[in-house]
């Protein structure tokens, strides 16, 4: 060459390549649980990860075979069933990261797949605790997770579509859905999503609705993930999408609006009147986590003469030997209490829980002898506080209390009109916010007055005729009582 420098002429397998034992223990190479094993009689190679096989099933229906078959029934062995021949090196190689063992017959190599089944047993869901109904949730396998569902939904109907993601990973991914009642173009978009992602992989479904997301700047989560069996399959009943990610015990819904966080299965297993205060009561709990400390701020700093003046008095006692402002002092105490909770949540489950109750109490009774903030302060970050924990969904609860400091700070600057404001602001972004192409504010706006029946309220079943329209199902109809 012209700079005087030689050119490496050596060149990587491109994994198109036939598959040799030479070949795939170069591409193997310095991994020490990888065995490599030649079976006597037969003269095969076996190549293997012995932490990801079934060594009991590998030992009884291969190597014990094999190791005693002569070169010809060698042949007529690998050429039916279980084996199949891996057509280039990438399959090869495939095959054996995901639990199977790789023979080698000369030039010939087949896969014959055990993989070990490792995991947990179906449990109930910590996260997303009921009363009533069922109490069995998903795992973190995903053949576990799709004959759950299997069993529930007994239709060819179900259908499944696999995908991949992860450059390195090479996580498996299932995305499912109801022929005749899912809208074709969603499942056309969302796996097209899926695969136009390019990264070294995902760990759990909760870090792949973020790379999906048409907003990814928003603090509100635009898809529903759930570890309940039974709320997924009312999605898919309900015309919606559902995407299983091998090795997380969250399964995504798309598409989804924001009341869809609101609503609990456990909605559905007792009497409408009751589901529907329920619903009502977690919605006022919204409005409490978002408003209430903030509303405090507003009124103690610029509004005094919203208050009835009996309070007033206890409240200018209870604040006269507090030497912060109430912006100050709010924004203190709410981040003690988020102090408190991610403690609570970080500590073993006993030591978690006293030390929410007991710092509780010691922190917000020495604070208010001390004088570092008032009692009414403590009683309002305390409503706050148990009302989010109404709220279904863990991560729309984590985006509130993280809007309610902003709010507290608009308050603390501004007074009431800042509070409107932020909630004004709010209100426009939410309605930006898309989900697959759908609106998140469904059913408010745009105005579906029959969606309200399963959104605001939870309807009577006999009411409940139509499925979600956020579906845009081709077939719309989903209750029909001949009574």
């Not at 795992?139 to 060819?156: F, P």
């Not at 604040?319 to 408190?340: C, D, G, K, N, Y």
């Not at 499925?467 to 077939?475: A, F, G, K, L, V």
């Amino acid at each position: 060459m012209a700079d005087g420098k030689r050119m490496d002429t050596k060149t990587e397998p491109s994994g198109k390549e036939k598959p040799t034992l030479s070949l795939v223990l170069d591409e193997l190479k310095d991994c020490v649980d990888c065995i490599h094993q030649k079976l006597g009689g037969s003269g095969a190679d076996l190549v293997y990860f012995a932490a990801i096989v079934d060594n009991n099933a590998l030992q009884r229906d291969l190597i014990g075979p094999l190791s005693q078959a002569s070169p010809e029934q060698l042949a007529e062995a690998l050429s039916g069933a279980p084996y199949s021949s891996a057509k280039d090196l990438e399959a090869c190689i495939s095959g054996i990261m995901n639990g199977g063992a790789a023979v080698f017959d000369g030039q010939d190599a087949y896969l014959f797949d055990i993989p070990k089944q490792v995991g947990r047993t179906i449990e109930q869901s910590e996260t997303e605790t009921i009363i009533t109904g069922p109490h069995d949730g998903f795992v973190e396998s995903l053949e576990e997770n799709l004959g759950v569902i299997r069993k529930r939904i007994r239709s060819a109907k179900l259908k499944t579509i696999a995908l991949e993601i992860g450059e390195i990973s090479k996580a498996r991914i299932v995305m499912l859905y109801v022929e005749g009642i899912v809208n074709d173009s969603f499942v056309k978009m969302l796996s097209e999503r899926i695969g136009d992602i390019e990264i070294d992989g995902v760990a759990d479904a909760n870090m792949l609705v973020q790379l999906i997301d048409e907003n990814p700047n928003s603090v509100f989560p635009q898809y529903l993930t759930t570890e309940r069996p039974d709320a997924v399959i009312s999605k898919l009943l309900g015309g919606r999408i559902v995407v299983i990610l091998d090795g997380s015990p969250s399964v995504i819904c798309a598409p989804t609006s924001f009341l869809e966080f609101f609503s609990s299965p456990d909605d559905y297993y007792q009497r409408w009147p009751i589901g529907t205060a329920l619903r009502i009561l977690r919605l006022i709990g919204f409005i409490i986590t978002i408003c209430f400390t903030a509303f405090y701020v507003s009124v103690t700093t610029f509004h005094y003469e919203m208050i009835p003046h009996a309070m007033l008095l206890n409240l200018a006692e209870s604040r006269s030997r507090v030497p912060f402002p109430p912006l100050i002092e709010a924004l203190l105490m709410e981040t003690t209490i988020e102090l408190l909770r991610e403690a609570g949540a970080r500590l073993p489950t006993k030591i978690g829980q006293t030390i929410g109750i007991v710092g509780g109490i010691v922190i917000g009774q020495a604070a208010v002898q001390a004088g570092f903030t008032s009692n009414i302060l403590i009683i309002a970050v305390a409503i706050s506080a148990i009302a989010s924990f109404v709220i279904p969904s863990y991560i729309m609860s984590a985006s509130l209390r993280l809007i309610r400091f902003g709010l507290i700070i608009l308050a603390g600057v501004i007074g009431n009109l800042g509070l409107i404001m932020g909630i004004g602001l709010l209100v426009i972004h939410m309605a930006g916010v898309t989900n697959l192409g759908t609106s998140y504010l469904t059913p408010i706006a745009p105005a579906k007055f029959m969606d309200i029946l399963d959104t605001l309220v939870r309807g009577p079943f006999w009411a409940l005729k139509k499925r979600p329209t956020i579906s845009r199902s081709p077939n719309p109809v989903r209750t029909k009582i001949k009574r």
